[in-house]
């Protein structure tokens, strides 16, 4: 079994191995010495998972209840959180049982925020089932729901005790599903530097391999453990993101997360070509990364579409956006933009 150390301030594990969902019940017995779990998923992933995992739970005595939403971002609102706090109240969970997240990005998301928030705090379990999540969002304790004005405005920190992560759980994406995650591996690649891109421009696999996840998990957890709570080092993985998340509230959330974060980072590299602090070089490299992953790299957007969920965007201080800039591959700077500046920004990066 690989076992990833992720150095937070309560430290805790990824496990990897395939099988693992089925010996998810002994790991988290390990760890926790609970009467009841709920196992948070949505209907996609628990018709085909959910079964084997509640199994594996009451056969360790826990008495384990699910609380399903329909899948995608649209459920990962504040309606679907009270929902789910109710669940665990009308279910008298106590302060050491344990919420379980079995699904993607917005199930561990809304998983998270729950348990962060629930009898101000109970232990989390992270159960990725998609490349995205596994890669980025079940690692790092940002847990959040996103609000009308925009994408992960109300959230906590609140790290996993544990995250189990079965490759096997990855064959049944659609490619869409592997697309996105595509696009956050794409981006953990660029900031890790040119052995890591490379590695991702020369595969010949359409699904990485468990060396290639481990390694994106290793570079997100570097940084976690050097600044957790988001206000250092740990800023440069929003890299495509804040041009990103505004392509997603202005799509509706129909444009994939990963989707988008892809986009965001050739749109931010173009920029920073514009700007003369990026070798123009760099943007054929991304532009052919994406289409070789099937991720689009020739949607376009108008300034005043993006702008003002760029101005809801919850890393704003001071009047200043921090803007994560590309200068090569492994190396990125972190530039406080005026909120006055940011249209020049999304121009400079191929907004009409």
Known sequence: ??????????????????????????????????????????ETVFALYGSRLLDSLRNEGFQAEPFIIPPGEASKNLDTYCRLLSFLADNRLQRNDPVIALGGGVVGDLAGFAAATYLRGLPFVQIPTTLLAVV??????????????????A????????????????????PEEIASGMGELIKTAFLSGEEFFRALETSADPLPGEDLLARAIETKAALVAEDERDFGARRLLNLGHSFGHAIEA??????????????????????????????PALMPRLAALMERYGLEADRTYTAAELLPFLRQDKKLRGGHLPLIVPRAVGHCD???VPLADLASWLKSGGAL
């Not at 998810?24 to 949505?42: C, H, N, Q």
């Open 155 to 174: 959230g906590a920190f609140h790290q996993p005790a544990v995250v189990l992560c079965d490759p096997e759980l990855l064959n049944t994406l659609p």
């Open 334 to 336: 972190i530039i406080p």
């Open 250 to 279: 202005f799509s509706g959330y129909t444009v994939p997360h990963g989707q988008a974060v892809a986009e965001g980072l050739l749109m931010i590299t173009r920029a920073a070509v514009g700007h003369e602090l990026c070798d």
């Open 1 to 42: 079994m690989k076992r990833i150390p992720i150095n937070a301030e309560q430290p805790y594990e990824v496990l990897m191995e395939r099988g693992l969902l089925d010996r998810a019940g002994d790991l988290i017995r390990e760890r926790s010495a609970a009467r009841w779990a709920a196992v948070v998923s949505d």
């Open 136 to 153: 980025d969002a079940s690692v790092g304790g940002k847990t959040a729901v996103n609000l009308p004005e925009g994408k992960n405005l």
